[in-house]
C-alpha cells in the first residue's frame, strides 16, 4: 500500500504514514475539519515513485493547488516536532510540479536541518523514514498558531494564539508581525484580525483536540472567506515542562524544585524518588517542617503551600531557603508570598503540624548538639568520623540473603532515615558558624572577604577525594599517554578486565567507589561499578602541566589565604566592633573547623544506597532470566511494589519498565528545570518581571571571591568533559561528583545554585571564583568563548574573542 486517503488513516498507523499524517487521520477521524488529501507511504521508493496513482490520486481531490508536507516517522514526537527541518511546498498546481515537489519533499529526511536535528536528540537516522503529505489548498483570510497551553510560561489555564491576515507561513515564518491574543475562557474583545467569536472557536477546538491527545498542542490553522475554521496540523508542544499532578484542593499549590541542593538536575529514576522522598522527609522532620515530596518531571519538588498561606512559617520561609535553595529559589518564593491567591489563611486553617512533645525534644537535641560541637568541635569531629564508620560497617549486608525473596525483604525492612545526632548536628553547627558572620560584620568586613576566610577548608571528605584522585594523576605520569589519549570508557573496561598498569585506582575506588555523578539517585550506577567518569577526570589532570597550578598547591594556598584573611579581619573587628566582631570571628574559626564536614553525612548514607542497589541488581538479574525484566537495571524503573508483584507473583514488568526508560530518556535531554512551579504549571520565574541590565555582563551570585578569565567550557555530563587547564567550567548545576574537575578549572559559572551548596563551597576551598545562578548560563554563553569571571561582583562578562574549540550540541526547540 503506497497511497492512503488521509480519512483511512489512524493514530497507530505512525510507521507507515509518519507523525503528520497519523495526527491529520486522527483529528479527521475525531470529527476535527481538516482539509482533505492522501498521503505516499514511507515505503514509497523515491526514485521510482507511482506517479500513475499519484497522479489519479491528486485529480480526485479536483485538482488546483496542493500542499506538499513531510510526514517523517520522528516527526510530532512528545520532544521532538521537527518544526521547519524538513521542508513544504504550498500552492503546488499540476501533475509535473507535484511530483517534483513529492520527491524533494521525502529527500529533505536527510537534508542538512533534519540531520543536525535528529543529532541533537539522539535519534538514529537509520530509524527514520519519509511519508508525504498532499492536502487541498485553503484560501485563507486569516491563519496562524494556536498554543493549547501557554508556551512562555507553562500555564495550563491559558492558550494563546498568533495570527495574521493571509497565508499561516507568515507566522509560523516569523516573516509578518502577527497579532498576539492570551485565552483564558472569558469572552474577548474585538481587535486585530480576529472576532471574538473567531476566538471563540479557537479556544473551544483547542480544548476538544487537547482532550482528545490527551497533551498540550501546537495547533496549526485557518479560517478562509466564508468563516470557516480548517485545522491544518496539531502536534504536541515540546518544551512545556510536566505540571504538578492533580490534586482535589480547588485553591492553587506552589512547588519548589529541591533536586539542586544535591546538585541535581537531571530526572530521578523511579526507584530512586522513594528512597529520597523518604530522605528529604527525614532531614526535615527535625527541623519541626512537613513538606510533601511531589514526582513532576522525574525531579523531586516540595509542596510548600501550607507554609506559604500559614502566618507564622511564611514569615521566616525565605530566610529559611538562603543556605541550600539559594536566590532564585528566595526571589520566586517572594513572588508567590506577594501573590494573593496565597494570602495567608486563619491560624489553624492550614493544616500545618504545631509543635509537638516530640518537635520539642528534637529542639533540644538539636540545642545541645550544636552548643557542645561549638564547644569543642575536635571532639565533635572525633565522634563524627565515628558514626560514619559505624554507618559503613552497618551497610554491609547481614549473612542470609541468599534467594531473591530473602534480598528483598532485606531491600524493604532495611532503613537508613534514622537521626545521627552526632553526625548531623556538628554539620548544623558548621553551617550556622559560616553563614552568620557576614551579618556581623557589616561594615567591617565586605562579604567576598567572608567568604575568603572559608576557602581551604580542612576535614572535607569530598575535597579529600579530590586531592588523592589528583595524586594518583601524580603518579600516572609514566602512564600519561594511555590515559589521555585513550577513550575514558575504553579505560574502564580495561581497568575491570585487570589489564590497566597499578596506578592506584582499585584502593581508590576501594575507598571512595561507592559516590557517583547524581549519587543520591539509587538508579544511578557507581563509580565502582563503571570508573567511566574517574577516567576523564585523571585524563584532565594529567592534561595539567604548570606544577604551580597543581591542585594540591592551589588547596595550601586557599588555606593559607584563608587563615591570613581571618586574622585581618580579627585586627579589624576588634577595633571597630570588639563585641559583635569577637562573636564573628569566634564562629569564623569554629566554621574552619566544622564547616568542612558537610559532605561527611551525605557521604556516609551512601553506604546504605550502594548496598540497596546492589541487592537490587542481584534481584534484577533473576527477574531478566525469568523474562520478567528485559535487563538487570531495568528494576530501577519499577517501584518496590512492583518488584515485589515480580518477585512474588510473577508478574510481567518489561513493558512498564520500558516506557518509564523512555520518558526518563527524554527528560535527560531537557536542559532547563523551573526552580518554581505553581498546580496549573506556571513556571514562577517566567512571570517574574524581568530584571533590566546596563551591559553585557551577566548577573548571577558571587559564590566564591576572585576573578578569572579565560575559556568557557559549557559541560552537562562530567563523564566525558574535556577540561583543559584554564578553562571556566560552565555548567546547569554541580554535585560532589563533579568538583574533581575543579581542581583544573579557572573558574565555575551555574545557572542556579545555593552559597552553601556542594559546587560553591568546593569551590571557595579550591580558591577558584564562582558565580552562581546565572539565569541561562549553559545557553547563553558557548563552549570556547573568552569570558570573565568575578565572584566578588557576581558578574560574567562575555568578550568578543574565542579560543579554538569545538561547543558541545545544545538542544534547539522542534
Given at each position: 500500500m ?10 497507530h498507523m ?5 507523525g503528520?499524517a497519523?495526527?491529520?487521520?486522527d ?6 475539519r481538516?482539509?482533505?488529501g ?11 515513485l ?15 493547488p496542493?500542499a506538499v ?12 516536532s521537527?518544526a ?6 504550498l500552492?503546488?498546481t499540476?501533475?509535473t510540479d507535484?511530483l517534483?515537489a513529492?520527491?524533494?519533499c521525502?529527500?529533505s529526511?536527510h537534508?542538512?536541518?533534519?540531520t543536525?536535528?535528529r543529532d541533537a ?9 519519509m511519508?508525504?503529505v498532499?492536502q487541498?489548498?485553503?484560501a485563507?483570510?486569516?491563519s ?19 495570527a ?8 509560523v515564518d516569523?516573516?509578518?508581525a ?7 475562557g472569558?469572552d474577548q474583545?474585538?481587535r486585530g484580525?480576529?472576532t ?9 477546538a483547542g ?11 501546537d495547533v ?5 472567506e466564508q468563516g470557516?475554521?480548517w485545522?491544518l496540523q ?8 510536566p505540571?504538578p499532578?492533580?490534586?482535589d ?6 512547588y519548589?524544585?529541591?533536586?539542586h541542593?544535591?546538585g541535581m538536575?537531571q530526572?530521578v529514576?523511579p526507584?530512586?524518588m522513594?528512597?529520597l522522598?523518604d530522605?528529604i522527609?527525614a532531614?526535615l522532620a527535625p527541623l519541626g517542617l512537613r ?6 518531571g522525574?525531579?523531586l519538588?516540595?509542596d510548600?503551600t501550607?507554609l ?6 511564611r514569615?521566616?520561609l525565605v ?6 535553595f ?8 517572594e513572588?508567590?508570598?506577594a ?5 495567608p489563611?486563619e491560624?489553624?486553617a492550614?493544616?500545618?503540624?504545631r ?9 533540644a537535641?538539636?540545642l545541645?548538639?550544636i552548643?557542645?560541637a561549638?564547644?569543642r ?6 565522634r ?6 559505624q554507618?559503613r560497617?552497618?551497610?554491609a549486608a547481614?549473612?542470609?540473603p ?5 534480598r528483598l525483604r532485606?531491600?524493604q525492612?532495611?532503613?537508613?532515615t ?6 548531623t548536628?556538628?554539620?548544623v553547627?558548621g ?9 556581623l560584620l ?5 562579604p567576598?572577604e567572608?567568604q575568603?576566610?572559608l576557602?581551604g ?11 588523592a584522585l ?8 609514566a602512564?600519561?599517554h ?14 575491570h ?10 584502593a581508590f575506588?576501594?575507598r ?28 584532565n ?6 606544577a ?7 588547596f ?8 591570613a ?5 580579627a ?10 566582631g569577637r562573636?564573628a ?6 566554621a ?9 553525612g551525605k ?5 546504605h544506597?550502594r548496598e540497596?542497589r546492589?541487592?537490587l541488581?542481584l534481584?534484577?538479574a533473576?527477574l531478566?532470566?525469568a523474562d520478567?525484566l ?9 517501584t518496590?511494589d512492583e518488584?515485589?508483584?515480580a518477585v512474588h507473583?510473577?508478574?510481567?514488568q518489561?513493558?512498564?519498565a520500558?516506557?518509564?526508560?523512555v ?11 523551573p526552580v518554581a512551579?505553581l498546580?496549573d504549571?506556571?513556571d514562577?520565574?517566567a512571570?517574574?518581571p524581568?530584571t533590566p541590565?546596563t ?5 548571577g551570585v558571587?559564590a ?5 578569565t ?8 562530567p563523564?566525558?568533559?574535556?577540561i583543559?587547564?584554564?578553562d571556566i567550567?560552565v555548567?546547569?548545576t554541580t ?6 574537575l575543579?581542581?583544573t578549572a579557572a573558574?565555575?559559572?551555574?545557572d542556579?545554585g545555593?552559597?552553601?551548596?556542594h559546587g ?7 580558591g577558584i571564583?564562582?558565580?552562581?545562578c ?6 547563553r554563553i ?16 562575555p568578550?568578543e ?7 558541545e550540541?545544545?538542544l534547539?526547540r522542534?
Amino acid at each position: 500500500m503506497q497511497i492512503i486517503a488521509l480519512s483511512d488513516i489512524t493514530a497507530h498507523m505512525r510507521d507507515l504514514v509518519g507523525g503528520k499524517a497519523a495526527g491529520l487521520g486522527d483529528l479527521i477521524r475525531h470529527g476535527e475539519r481538516v482539509p482533505p488529501g492522501f498521503c505516499i507511504t514511507t515505503g514509497t521508493d523515491l526514485d521510482a515513485l507511482p506517479e500513475a496513482e499519484i497522479v489519479d490520486a491528486y485529480q480526485r481531490l479536483g485538482g488546483g493547488p496542493v500542499a506538499v508536507r513531510s510526514s517523517s516517522t520522528a516527526e510530532d514526537l512528545p520532544d521532538a516536532s521537527f518544526a521547519g527541518q524538513q521542508d513544504t511546498f504550498l500552492d503546488v498546481t499540476g501533475a509535473t510540479d507535484l511530483l517534483t515537489a513529492v520527491r524533494a519533499c521525502g529527500r529533505s529526511l536527510h537534508g542538512p536541518r533534519a540531520t543536525a536535528y535528529r543529532d541533537a536528540r539522539h535519534i538514529d537516522h537509520d530509524t527514520a523514514r519519509m511519508a508525504v503529505v498532499v492536502q487541498r489548498m485553503i484560501a485563507p483570510a486569516v491563519s496562524g498558531v494556536l498554543f493549547t497551553a501557554n508556551p512562555l510560561t507553562g500555564c495550563r489555564t491559558q492558550m494563546m494564539v498568533d495570527a495574521a491576515a493571509g497565508p499561516g507561513t507568515a507566522v509560523v515564518d516569523g516573516a509578518t508581525a502577527a497579532d498576539h491574543y492570551v485565552l483564558d475562557g472569558s469572552d474577548q474583545p474585538a481587535r486585530g484580525v480576529l472576532t471574538p467569536a473567531h476566538l471563540a472557536d479557537l479556544h473551544a477546538a483547542g480544548a476538544r483536540i487537547q482532550a482528545h491527545t490527551g497533551s498540550p498542542q501546537d495547533v496549526e490553522w485557518a479560517i478562509d472567506e466564508q468563516g470557516t475554521l480548517w485545522i491544518l496540523q496539531s502536534r504536541p508542544i515540546t518544551t512545556l515542562f510536566p505540571p504538578p499532578p492533580a490534586t482535589d484542593k480547588p485553591q492553587p499549590r506552589v512547588y519548589l524544585e529541591f533536586g539542586h541542593v544535591q546538585g541535581m538536575l537531571q530526572p530521578v529514576t523511579p526507584m530512586g524518588m522513594a528512597t529520597l522522598r523518604d530522605l528529604i522527609a527525614a532531614m526535615l522532620a527535625p527541623l519541626g517542617l512537613r513538606v510533601e515530596i511531589v514526582d513532576i518531571g522525574g525531579r523531586l519538588y516540595g509542596d510548600l503551600t501550607d507554609l506559604a498561606r500559614d502566618r507564622s512559617a511564611r514569615k521566616r520561609l525565605v530566610k529559611l531557603m538562603a543556605v541550600d535553595f539559594g536566590p532564585r529559589a528566595q526571589a520566586a518564593m517572594e513572588h508567590v508570598l506577594a501573590d494573593p491567591r496565597f494570602a495567608p489563611l486563619e491560624r489553624g486553617a492550614t493544616g500545618t503540624r504545631r509543635a509537638n512533645p516530640a518537635a520539642l525534644r528534637t529542639a533540644a537535641r538539636a540545642l545541645t548538639g550544636i552548643l557542645r560541637a561549638l564547644a569543642r568541635p575536635d571532639a565533635a569531629r572525633t565522634r563524627l568520623f565515628h558514626a560514619v564508620d559505624q554507618m559503613r560497617l552497618a551497610s554491609a549486608a547481614p549473612d542470609g540473603p541468599t534467594t531473591t525473596a530473602d534480598r528483598l525483604r532485606l531491600v524493604q525492612t532495611r532503613d537508613a532515615t534514622d537521626s545521627h545526632d552526632e553526625i548531623t548536628w556538628p554539620v548544623v553547627a558548621g553551617i550556622l558558624a559560616a553563614s552568620v558572620p557576614s551579618h556581623l560584620l557589616k561594615g567591617v568586613a565586605e562579604p567576598d572577604e567572608v567568604q575568603r576566610v572559608l576557602g581551604g577548608m580542612p576535614h572535607n571528605v569530598t575535597i579529600e577525594m579530590d586531592l588523592a584522585l589528583w595524586r594518583i594523576a601524580e603518579r600516572a605520569t609514566a602512564h600519561r599517554h594511555l590515559l589521555r589519549d585513550t577513550p575514558p570508557h575504553e579505560l574502564a573496561l580495561l581497568h575491570h578486565q585487570g589489564k590497566l598498569p597499578d596506578i592506584g585506582l582499585t584502593a581508590f575506588l576501594d575507598r571512595y567507589g561507592h559516590r557517583g555523578v547524581a549519587e543520591v539517585d539509587l538508579g544511578v550506577p557507581r563509580w565502582a561499578e563503571d570508573p567511566t567518569p574517574v577516567f576523564a577526570m585523571l585524563a584532565n589532570y594529567l592534561r595539567l602541566t604548570d606544577a604551580d597550578q597543581a591542585p594540591d598547591r592551589r588547596f595550601a594556598r586557599a588555606a593559607a589565604t584563608a587563615e591570613a584573611t581571618l586574622d585581618d579581619i580579627a585586627t579589624r573587628a576588634g577595633r571597630r566592633r570588639p563585641v559583635r566582631g569577637r562573636l564573628a570571628v569566634f564562629l569564623l574559626r569554629r566554621a574552619r573547623a566544622l564547616a568542612g564536614l558537610r559532605e561527611a553525612g551525605k557521604f556516609a548514607g551512601l553506604y546504605h544506597l550502594r548496598e540497596m542497589r546492589r541487592h537490587l541488581l542481584l534481584i534484577g538479574a533473576d527477574l531478566t532470566a525469568a523474562d520478567l525484566l528485559e535487563q538487570p537495571d531495568d528494576i530501577m524503573f519499577l517501584t518496590l511494589d512492583e518488584v515485589h508483584d515480580a518477585v512474588h507473583e510473577g508478574a510481567d514488568q518489561r513493558s512498564a519498565a520500558a516506557a518509564r526508560k523512555v520518558i526518563h530518556s527524554r527528560e535527560l535531554r531537557r536542559r532547563t528545570v523551573p526552580v518554581a512551579l505553581l498546580s496549573d504549571g506556571t513556571d514562577v520565574e517566567a512571570v517574574r518581571p524581568a530584571t533590566p541590565t546596563t551591559d553585557a555582563a551577566l548577573r548571577g551570585v558571587g559564590a566564591a571571591p576572585g576573578r578569572a578569565t579565560g575559556p568557557a567550557r559549557v559541560v552537562h555530563d562530567p563523564a566525558t568533559a574535556h577540561i583543559e587547564p584554564g578553562d571556566i567550567l560552565v555548567a546547569a548545576t554541580t554535585d560532589p561528583g563533579w568538583t574533581p574537575l575543579f581542581l583544573t578549572a579557572a573558574a565555575l559559572v551555574t545557572d542556579t545554585g545555593a552559597i552553601m551548596a556542594h559546587g560553591p563551597t568546593v569551590a571557595r576551598e579550591y580558591g577558584i571564583p564562582a558565580v552562581i545562578c546565572v539565569p541561562d548560563a549553559t545557553r547563553r554563553i558557548t563552549t570556547g568563548q573568552i569570558i570573565t569571571v568575578d565572584g566578588a561582583a557576581g558578574t560574567v562578562t562575555p568578550h568578543e574573542a574565542t579560543a579554538p574549540a569545538v561547543p558541545e550540541p545544545t538542544l534547539s526547540r522542534g
